[in-house]
Nanobody, 122 residues
Framework: QVQLVESGGGLVQAGGSLRLSCAASGIMFSINVMGWYRQAPGKQRELVAT???????NYADSVKGRFTISRDNAKNTVNLQMNSLRPEDTAVYYC????????????????WGQGTQVTVSS
């Protein structure tokens, strides 16, 4: 099994910054994509940013220019630097990893962290 452990959430005023971190551990061959999703109360979970092992990124339009995703492939960690935070960024943020468990199977598995709360006050 693979475990994802997030850290770094909290309460911040609008305009402030937070940095989220996520570490993956367990038995795996490789991690293809790591990313962050968020879910606000009463809303569906949505993509925030993803980063593939080759370096390609994908950001939600609402966070472009404010959030930056980074990754350490050797350590199986992914970070999300969040600047210029807005009240509408308030949500539970979830780390996600698309994992290959073995070299001989092309199958990929999705894993999720437990979530970390980010609250931005106005």
């Amino acid at each position: 099994q693979v475990q994802l452990v997030e850290s770094g959430g909290g309460l911040v005023q609008a305009g402030g910054s937070l940095r989220l971190s996520c570490a993956a551990s367990g038995i795996m061959f490789s991690i293809n994509v790591m990313g962050w999703y968020r879910q606000a109360p009463g809303k569906q979970r949505e993509l925030v940013a993803t980063l593939a092992s080759g370096g390609s990124t994908n950001y939600a339009d609402s966070v472009k220019g404010r959030f930056t995703i980074s990754r350490d492939n050797a350590k199986n960690t992914v970070n999300l630097q969040m600047n210029s935070l807005r009240p509408e960024d308030t949500a539970v943020y979830y780390c996600n990893a698309e994992v290959k468990r073995s070299s001989w199977s092309p199958r990929k598995y999705d894993y999720w962290g437990q979530g970390t709360q980010v609250t931005v006050s106005s």
